[in-house]
């Protein structure tokens, strides 16, 4: 499920600049793993036109270059080197994400650096160190959640190149990250992750609209993208039912026992729905049946939050990118309660 929610979390090369809220070994462990990805790029055009170069990967990377062309061209996304180099990191991802919240609460424990501000998740490039703090939280009595991330933004602050990682997707998820990551460099508004995830999610969705109509493409696997929104709606209408039971004033064991009971509903939800509408296909059969916490339901409300606010928002601006963009980073100069009751009233049914 990691992959089908577009698991692309932002860690911040910007952190390696930070002091004072961990330990050095760990910024040590940032620096390290940072500069292993940046000496590990070439130049995609030289690759191109290499005769040694496989002939698949040249082919995957032509693609890229289309839809980095097309980013720029006609989403007026950021014009620089990023996605214009090729890295091969030999490893499945590049980094590890460990989110982590209380056991009653669905507040993510923040990592704020002076740059990036705060975000829900702490990355690792080493799958063991990952575990290892996973281990050490869940030991203090958090809820914690580890994935795997494929791509990730540095906001412009370093070019970021297409990754060994992502070139296991589809040719449509290539190009939609490619979008999706060159938002995260077009606007990033400190502490406010949701804000940013859903603003980069609307992007690569309308940008991949308008990709595949240049393209004659035929459209997208649309069972698809409605399994995927009955399945998130599910999962966000049993957060918003958690929300309320951490909020209730029960004791911690009224609470636990709570907590499993709606766990014990999602997976009942989600099966009536695979049978009912879904012909029983089983996309989301892993994600729901290996084990549930607070943690792992993080992801739904930072991605999707507000990707509805941000398509109204689009046609408000007549469906014109950069008009679109200065809209967006007129909201973004608000205070967090501001510009979160603006996106609110500009959700539809709101």
């Keep these: 499920m990691f992959d089908a929610l577009r698991g692309r979390w932002v860690v911040l090369a910007a952190a390696l600049l930070l002091s004072g809220c961990s330990t050095l070994d760990y910024y040590s462990h940032l620096a390290s793993g940072h500069l292993q990805l940046l000496q590990a790029r070439e130049p995609i055009a030289k690759l191109l036109q290499s005769p040694a170069a496989d002939p698949g990967l040249k082919q995957r990377l032509a693609l890229a270059q289309q839809a980095r ?3 720029s061209a006609e989403l007026s996304l950021p014009d620089n080197h990023s996605y214009r180099l090729y890295a091969d990191i030999q490893r499945p991802f590049v980094v590890w994400n460990v989110f982590a919240t209380p ?8 990592h704020c650096f002076p740059i990036a501000g705060c975000v829900a998740y702490r990355g690792f490039y080493s ?8 281990a050490l939280l869940k030991q203090q009595g958090l809820d914690t959640y580890l994935g795997g991330v494929e791509a990730y933004s540095t906001l412009g602050w370093f070019d970021d190149p297409i990754l060994n990682t992502m070139l296991r997707w589809s040719d449509e998820r290539l190009v939609a990250v490619i979008f999706h990551e060159l938002a995260h460099q077009q606007l990033y508004v400190t502490d406010d992750t949701a804000f940013n995830e859903s603003f980069a999610s609307f992007v690569e969705r309308e940008g991949l609209r308008q990709w595949r109509a240049q393209q004659g493409l035929q459209p997208s696997d649309l069972q698809g993208e409605q399994q995927r929104e009955q399945f998130v709606a599910l999962v966000l209408a049993s957060r918003a039912r958690l929300e ?14 709570g907590k499993q009971a709606e766990f014990e509903r999602l997976r ?6 695979r049978e009912r509408e879904w012909g029983g296909s089983g996309r989301y059969d892993g994600w729901i ?8 339901l993080l992801p739904f409300g930072l991605y999707d939050r507000w990707v509805p606010a941000f398509a109204a928002l689009f046609e408000q601006a007549g469906r014109d990118w950069p008009r679109f963009y200065r809209r967006v980073a007129a909201l973004g100069k608000l205070p967090e309660a501001e510009r979160h009751a603006r996106l609110g009233g500009l959700s539809p049914g709101s």
């Design 69 to 71: 062309e097309f980013a």
């Design 103 to 110: 056991e009653f609460s669905l507040a993510p424990q923040l």
């Design 127 to 134: 799958q063991g160190r990952a575990r290892g703090s996973a």
């Design 244 to 257: 309320q039971l951490y909020d209730s004033g029960l004791s911690a064991a009224q609470m636990r026992s």
């Design 268 to 273: 009942a939800e989600y099966q009536a729905l």
């Design 289 to 296: 049946n290996a084990p549930l916490n607070n943690a792992k």
